[in-house]
């Protein structure tokens, strides 16, 4: 079992910054094949990909709306993943969720469900 805790989130202005880790305890995967992910879900809206990264060589994956303003990355020896946000918007407000996907998932990066532990997630509020 693995065991995700995020921390970071709050309150920031648009325009802003933000910078959110989460930190695996338990069971965890250093594989090539494993990889650990960025989610958020604002209110009333579809949970959806942000960011992910492969532990092994450091591959790193973007959704489309932060590319260029988001940046994954992770510490192996920590178990722990960060996501650094810049140029915030209002849009970026949602709950950020920390996922791990184990070895032996070939699927797609992007998708939640080829992500098998979830933190309980951390609030980021971006206001105008």
């Known amino acids: 079992q693995v065991q995700l805790v995020e921390s970071g989130g709050g309150l920031v202005q648009a325009g802003g910054s933000l910078r959110l880790s989460c930190a695996a305890s338990g069971r965890t995967f250093s594989s090539s094949r494993s990889a650990m992910g960025w989610f958020r879900q604002a209110a009333g809206k579809e949970r959806e990909f942000v960011a992910a990264?492969?532990?092994?060589?450091?591959?790193?994956y973007y959704a489309d709306s932060v590319k260029g303003r988001f940046t994954i990355s992770g510490d192996n020896a920590k178990n722990t993943v960060y996501l650094h946000g810049n140029s915030l918007k209002p849009e970026d407000t949602a709950v950020y969720y920390c996922?791990?996907?184990?070895?032996?998932?070939?699927?797609?990066?992007?998708?939640?469900?080829?992500?098998?532990?979830w933190g309980q997630g951390t609030q980021v509020t971006v206001s105008s």
């Open positions: 996922a791990a996907r184990p070895p032996g998932n070939s699927g797609s990066y992007y998708a939640a469900e080829n992500y098998r532990y």
């Open positions: 990264i492969r532990w092994s060589g450091g591959s790193t």
